[in-house]
């Protein structure tokens, strides 16, 4: 649970206070080359999921990212891998960075959209939090290929 926690943590802080520097910093439709033209910072303010779709949907993607987010806290408790733990503080930091955005960001309460500022050629525009929850995915497909169980144990093969 220790591990789950701080790596949770550590993604939830890195990500609020890269989109407060990014808001601070950066002006709209104004990118700025990082390093060449492989990463610029870009900022936008997207109401909707990844590439900006279901834009009118807000309300539901932050509830489905609380449910997801309620369901990895309850999950962790059998936790007894750490490459589990950190697939799941991954993707528990970054689903709560993303859910603090559209609840407490402009225009309003559930309707917030998400401050997105890191750019890569042929992508769409993305943050910190994002970030966590695509390398949760990988890393929660390399332990169940593994036949790792959530408690460390290994499946038995046949």
Request: proline share 4%; aromatic share 8%; charged share 10%.
């Amino acid at each position: 649970m220790g591990l789950f926690g701080a790596v949770g943590l550590v993604i939830l802080l890195l990500d609020q206070v890269t989109k407060a520097l990014a808001l601070a910093h950066l002006t709209p439709g104004e990118p700025v080359n990082v390093v060449g033209s492989l990463l610029k910072f870009n900022l936008i303010r997207n109401p909707g999921a990844a590439f900006s779709l279901g834009t009118g949907y807000t309300p539901y993607i932050s509830a489905i990212q609380i449910i997801v987010a309620i369901g990895v806290v309850y999950l962790s408790r059998r936790l007894g891998s750490a490459g589990w733990a950190v697939a799941f503080g991954l993707l528990f930091g970054g689903a709560v960075g993303n859910i603090i955005d559209r609840i407490f960001r402009e225009p309003s309460a559930f309707h917030g959209h998400v401050v997105d500022f890191l750019q890569t050629p042929h992508w769409a525009i993305f943050n910190v939090a994002d970030m966590a929850v695509t390398s949760a995915a990988i890393l929660l497909v390399i332990q169940t290929l593994r036949g790792v169980k959530l408690d460390g144990t290994r499946e038995q093969q046949k």
